[in-house]
């Protein structure tokens, strides 16, 4: 819920300011770049400390990435994902929030973004199986 | 369409986000990245799913309370048209699935975390979509 309203309050709900802010050449929002700093001022102390904790409250563990390594997938899944975010001016979030407005075109946007987390998964899921045969066969 | 620069409610918005993803590390231990929380419901519907629904159903929940307090709902202002609309979610659902992460995931809390892959793809996927809004919006216009 304070997610949601943090993306409310901030305008990052509204595709216009999102592309407002990645048209550096034209009239620059730089909202977007107060929002990140707004929640890094948060984030960054609070999760240095939380994570000196052995445990969180309700779960055995911290399940976080503790991968290091900057490998092609890493990279260009984060262009592609920037493609369709100037495309639209939505990332999942935002996009996610805004289906309670009832609004045709984000819909289509959220059900294409769930098809192409599913065509990614099956793809690579057929890739690793291809890998595995090829090794072992 | 142009908008203007609010930088106060950006600040109080962000800080509101970060509270979010402060208290879902410290009581489920988890990483408040929506596309993963998303993917996780589509890929294993089966195991904790809980805490993936309520944290979606809070977005809404979220933007509900907005529309309470404010007493209107909030601009959402798109040009794009559908089958930009279709193209950009194909994308933004491939591209975080593959690059494992979003703005919240990678850009909020990866960040926070100093996860040189996280700073990697932030920068990566905010050049790109400067890049797709500049070919759009000065090259192709």
Redesign the interface.
Known sequence: MLFGLGLAISGMVNPAKVLGFLDVAGNWDPTLAFVMLGALGVTAPAFYIILKRPAPWFAPRFELSTRKDIEPRLVSGAALFGVGWGLAGLCPGPAVTDLVTINGSVALFVAAMLAGMLLHDRMSAHWQSRFAADRSG | ???????Y???????????????L????????G??SI??GL??RPTTDIGWRIA??C??????????LIAGE????????T?P?????????????????G???G????G???L???SL???L???????????V???LLD
């Open positions: 369409m142009q908008t203007t620069f609010t930088p409610s950006g600040l109080l918005g962000g800080a509101l986000i970060g509270f979010a993803a402060v208290l590390l410290v009581a489920n231990g988890r990483i408040a929506i596309s998303i993917g589509l890929t944290f979606v809070g977005l809404g929940l979220g933007a509900c309370s907005y529309r709902w909030f601009a959402v202002d798109s040009a794009a559908w930009v609309m279709l193209t950009a979610g194909l994308f933004v659902g491939f591209g975080t699935r593959m690059g494992g979003c703005t919240s990678h850009g909020v809390c960040l926070a975390r996860s040189p892959r990697v793809a932030t990566v996927f905010m050049a790109s979509g400067m890049l797709t809004v500049f759009t919006r000065h």
